[in-house]
């Protein structure tokens, strides 16, 4: 909105009055002018909010800025934004700051949570979004109503374009981001419930009765002051909500729900929240983010109007509304979210129908009526146009292929002339022409809208559709999948729409190929994407893992810019504790949940004098001299038999470092120095570094196999027998089964036929099975990925089974790589990179994009060497893959084969 301003005169900005002082051509001066009543209102606190779509374009673009070198981040903002040179700078400098923050910028693809305390101590949350107001606003009323209802936490809001602010004044920790992601189910609800108690619903209701004219003006032509309008609005809102079907209510909600909310596209934000399909990142700060600090500064869209908020007696009495007439007024029965996009568009093709010779083509005139010359066969139409079986007329401005019967109902309807000599049998119309023609026009073709028939006839026909919505010959809702507003159908159409979508449906929920799981499982896991250190480790506990692949492959894959600091912060101060597996594998738990989820299987419990003498010992934590001195052991006996406990999960270390050292069992040996005290000093990891500790302290009382079945289904997405059986629970399937069939029953998960092959008996995240769905179709482009052979995100020798070419050779073993194209394992890397196999029958068109994805892998820094010598069993020199390797980026040698990071 465009509002005339000039020198003199005052504004209101916020609760603050503003004088403007000099206009200039680039730039408003303005000075304080308190006591002063503003003249130029203040518009911004009217708006609606930044369209989801346009929130998705922005978000597209500042993940790619970011990604940018700042020179070319700089070139593509000069070139194809138009920003000038100094624009450019504060852009990308507030861009990075962000980054730098939080780790990562709000984008199309990843919300982050932000927690902080602000000045005086109180816990803020921010969401950082870009999706916009219209569907923050609703988000965020959402999340009100849940915190109320869950926690009894009246927590306030602000929204605005860039995302949501929540003060939690009286909260000693803040709300669980499980209460904040709102089910896509359950929102509309939510919002319903609470819209009624806005300040947005008390303005709006004061405009609607206003236009109605239920606010009287004092004297015509003069202007009530809005204060007054407020008192009158509060008023007369708390008479009409005893009647539920107020018309003024249910105008009010549905110009909420409908015009100012944009609640289909919440939905599909919190669907893609919900499969993982956008990334959720959560971040503890220590102030505001640049993001946060703009949207704590933007109350004005919030509290401009907040005096239309009904009084905070009325919040204890929700408005008595007729959820009925409000559901029919918002046209909730739609089936949008029902019907199959592709079953529409084959019912479609079905309804048009291909004429294959010209009397088949006169009867869709006769059937369907008018066509346009890109909608028929002109070599068909000849010979009735010859025959003067059909007619070219033209209607809305354009020519148009008729039956010569219909002459009379296209004169009568859109006064189009037939031409002479046509028998009067021919020129028969009546009244009811337009109704007919309209009629024929919805019943050969699906959903369409009110412009589409206009467009269609070259006038307006809304009358004459409500007219036959009332006879119940067309029904109206909101029916196309992907549409933006209602449209209207023929009722049988709708009956064929509905049972193709059916047959979609059920071909849908059909079990999907085994590669499917193979493509869903990395995405669960965020493999390549963005978590902090605690979220990549919450679905990792009770895991047993080789120690090196830990800090090689797991975390990194899962924690970009991953640092061995971060681990090393999170085990000394206790928060996560490691046990011993067996040989050279341990697990990682949560002191938390380590009593809940139980110890995983060890190595057997080694028996001898110097192992009882340091059980004994450690009857709290010691460092390793302190151990030496309790037990009177020596160090190449002590040690030994140190490590023998902690593979059988007996002791545990409050650092990693002793997992990381070298020599593992070599006692560490007294360093020379010419003095005492000279600043020289041993570095690196050693063995003994750290406070040992027993384990049993960490595992009272029996496990919890209720625990153990949640943290499966957080873990694995879709629990089957062989994936359980595959992480050597004790017990196998039969220990989770019965607990997960009780979630089943508390609705915390499902049970179905998920991935065809792997047992009837499978169970599921509701979110895993629609992420699941949506990775039915392989896609060809860009899904070559590389993942350590022993990753939990990689299914197959575990999950999934090895492909039969595989024989013998491949195996879950640290150091060993499996690469997939889309799902489909191709390429199995022995462990130390000298031996590769073909998964399948060695061909260029696979193999070459193999190879890439490998090389590539290695120079990221996943592997730091490969010396490839024999490639399916045979020297690698004598095979045709020796020169796809030095064309993916291999160095050629006389025996192998060499590339390095």
Known sequence: MVYEARAGQTFLLGASTWRIEEITRDRVLVS????????????????????????????AA??????????????????????????????????REQERATGVVPSDRTIVIERFRDEIGDWRVCILSPFGGRVHAPWAM?????????????????????????????????????????????????????????????????????RSLLIPRRRPGERTPLWQQRLKAQSLLQVARKYGSFPVILET??????????????????????????????????????????????????????????????????LSLDRDLLRELLGQEELRDLLDADAVDEVERQLQGEPKTADQLHDKLRLRG?????????????????????????????????????????????????????????LEGGPESLRQLVLRYAKGRGPFTTGQANDRFGRDVADVLIELERAEQLVRGELRPGGVEREWCDPDVLRRLRRASLAALRREVEPVDQEALARFLPSWHGVDRRASLREALVPLQALPLPVALWEAEVLPRRIPGYRPEHLDALTASGEVVWIGAGQDRVALYFREDASALGQVPAAPKPEGEEHDKI???????????????????????????????????????????????????????????????????VQGPTATAGRWSRTERLFTGAPDRRALAELLLERQGIVTRDGVRGEGIPGGYGAVYAELRALETLGLCRRGYFVEGLGGAQFALGGAVERLRELRDRDEGGDALVLAAADPAQPYGAALPWPRRAGARAARVAGAYLVSLGGEPVLYVERGGRSLVPLRDPEEEWLRPAL?????????????????????????????????LVDAGFLAGPRRAVLRA
């Open 32 to 59: 304080p002018a308190p006591g002063l009543p503003g003249a130029v209102p203040f518009w911004k606190g009217e708006g609606v909010g930044r369209p989801y779509e346009l929130g998705q374009k922005i978000g």
């Open 62 to 95: 500042s993940r790619e800025l970011s990604a940018l070198s700042e020179q070319k981040a700089t070139e593509r903002l000069r070139g194809e934004f138009h920003l000038d040179d100094r624009a450019a700078k504060n852009l990308l400098t507030f861009l």
């Open 142 to 210: 959402a999340i009100a109503a849940r915190l109320r209802e869950a926690h009894g936490i009246e927590a306030q809001s602000i929204w605005s374009d860039d995302g949501i602010a929540l003060h939690f004044p009286e909260s000693d920790v803040p709300p669980p981001t499980e209460d904040l992601m709102i089910d896509p189910g359950e929102v509309e609800d939510l919002v319903v419930a609470e819209v009624g108690d806005t300040a947005l619903f008390g303005s709006r209701f004061r405009e609607n009765a206003g």
């Open 253 to 318: 909600y549905r110009e909420c729900l409908q015009d100012v909310f944009d609640l289909p596209a919440l939905r599909t934000l919190l669907q893609g929240l919900k499969t993982r399909d956008i990334d959720l990142v959560e971040v503890e700060t220590q102030s505001a983010s640049p993001y946060s600090a703009s949207l704590l500064f933007d109350y004005i869209a919030t509290y401009m109007y907040e005096d239309d908020t009904p009084p905070a007696e009325r919040r204890a009495q929700a």
């Open 370 to 426: 008018d066509l346009r010359p890109d909608e028929y066969n002109l070599a068909l139409a000849a010979p009735l146009l010859e025959e003067r079986r059909a007619l070219v007329v033209r209607i809305a401005g354009e020519e148009r292929l008729i039956a010569v019967e219909d002459a009379g109902r296209y004169r009568d309807a859109l006064g189009v002339m037939p031409p002479s000599g046509l028998p009067d049998v021919f």
């Open 615 to 681: 059980r004994a010992a450690l009857a709290g934590a010691l460092f390793w001299d302190e151990l030496l001195a309790e037990t009177g052991l020596e160090d190449a006996v002590a040690l030994p038999a140190l490590w023998d406990l902690v593979w059988a999960g007996e002791v545990t270390n409050d650092a990693w470092t002793p997992l990381r050292a070298a020599r593992r069992f070599g006692t560490p040996k007294p360093e020379r120095r010419p003095r005492r005290f000279s600043r020289r000093r």
């Open 852 to 884: 890439v994805a490998l090389v590539a892998h290695v120079r990221a820094g996943g592997a730091k060497r490969l010396a490839v010598e024999r490639f399916d069993g045979e020297p690698v020199v004598d095979t045709d893959a020796m020169q796809l």
